[in-house]
């Protein structure tokens, strides 16, 4: 194989229950999984339904162009449907903004503790990453205007970044838009901006009509509970949105898929629910880091990186300690950030089962 597919370290996702329960002998039944992110209260029931519906369909291919899903976030977000390309996932968005706009020997701009995929999608093509280092846990967009090269024809952004939480004001985005030369396009990955209390959140879907080079991504998989299923999408104007298609494969989203996020995406209640238990559940955690002393990023996801000790092992001696009181977190040491956990907001029970395993492991 080529020597830049080589040169790719593997995504680390977070450890699956079941092998947890079988390495450490566990019940599965007492496991806490605040490894990946993911929506604790799982699958909205107006998505169950809609699947139920959908079953009879599953012996023809889905809608290649995802007609309904398309028309109701285009009504969502107020932009013709042409400007919406759906993805296997957001990372699948990443992947194919990659395939569609960079090419071999081209460069790509990311901030340092910003998401694994980035480097993936960059690679993956045989593009050169420019990773610009960190603000704060943060981007640094000043840094990264500069960084931007003749070759470079994507960045990429996070906001709110995973793994660290950090959120750019809207305002700091657009002085960076302002900034980019328009033959690079833009990523603002928004995976976690239903997180965002009302007053941040902020209808960047709309910069798309001023800025041709502007793609946002979002998806399906946090606050909408529907990571299994694999749906995210991407809003910017047709000349990106062509191109995108071109190269994406034809039925990249299932119908199920597609049948239960036209129903989360009208949801509101479940958004609402899980955005209140988000509040709480983030309150929850960093109360307890408070009382441990424990360092952390303040953060704007359904996340939150806190720092377990003062070296380099920590993250993985602690990581441990967890899994074998079945709590399961993520260690953050493939992003270079050693001494930190990043733990996931889940239930109010969840998370105290994991704060008082954290204080085990600790004491
Ligand atoms: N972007 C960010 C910043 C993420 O944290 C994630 C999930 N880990 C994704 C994109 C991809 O999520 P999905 O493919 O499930 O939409």
Redesign the pocket.
């Known amino acids: 194989g080529p020597e830049y597919v080589r040169a790719i370290a593997p995504y680390q996702a977070g450890k699956p229950i079941a092998e947890v329960a079988r390495e450490f002998g566990l019940d599965e039944a007492n496991i806490v999984k605040l490894a990946?992110?993911e929506n604790p209260f799982g699958v909205p029931e107006s998505s169950r339904h809609a699947m139920a519906m959908a079953v009879s369909e599953l012996g023809r291919y889905p809608d290649a162009n995802g007609f309904e899903l398309k028309a109701a976030l285009a009504e969502r977000y107020e932009v013709p449907a042409e400007w919406i390309t759906l993805?296997?996932?957001?990372?699948?968005?990443?992947e194919i903004a990659a395939h569609a706009f960079v090419q071999a020997g081209q460069s790509v701009v990311y901030s340092q503790y910003?998401?694994a995929?980035y480097a993936l999608a960059t690679q993956g093509v045989g593009a050169r990453a420019i990773v610009v280092p960190a603000r704060e846990y943060g981007h640094d967009l000043e840094a990264m205007a500069k960084a931007i090269t003749t070759d470079t024809r994507l960045v990429f952004i996070?906001n709110?970044?995973?793994?660290t939480g950090t959120f750019i004001a809207p305002a700091e985005i657009e002085a960076f838009l302002d900034l980019v030369p328009s033959s690079v396009v833009v990523v603002l990955?928004e995976?976690?901006n239903e997180f965002l209390s009302p007053e941040l959140q902020f209808e960047s879907a709309q910069w798309v009509r001023k800025y041709p080079n502007l793609l946002v991504?979002r998806?399906?998989?946090?606050a909408y509970g529907l990571?299994g299923l694999?749906?995210?999408f991407a809003i910017a104007q047709p000349a990106l949105t062509d191109l995108m298609n071109r190269i994406r494969q034809p039925f990249n989203v299932n119908s199920m898929a597609q049948a239960a996020a036209i129903a989360a995406l009208n949801d509101k209640a479940f958004l609402d629910k899980g955005a209140a238990n988000n509040a709480a559940g983030y309150c929850q955690f960093v109360e307890a880091f408070e009382e441990m002393g424990l360092e952390y990023v303040p953060s704007f996801?359904n996340f939150v990186l806190v720092r377990v000790g003062d070296d380099d092992g920590a993250g993985a001696r602690v990581n441990l300690a967890l899994l074998k009181q079945g709590v399961i977190v993520r260690p953050v040491g493939n992003y270079d950030l050693p001494r930190w956990l990043r733990i996931s907001i889940g239930l109010a029970r969840e998370n105290a089962v994991c704060i008082g395993a954290l204080k085990k492991a600790l004491s």
């Open positions: 990946s992110n993805g296997n996932g957001s990372n699948d968005i990443l910003s998401f995929v996070a709110p970044n995973n793994p990955d995976a976690y991504s998806t399906f998989s946090k990571a694999r749906v995210g996801g």
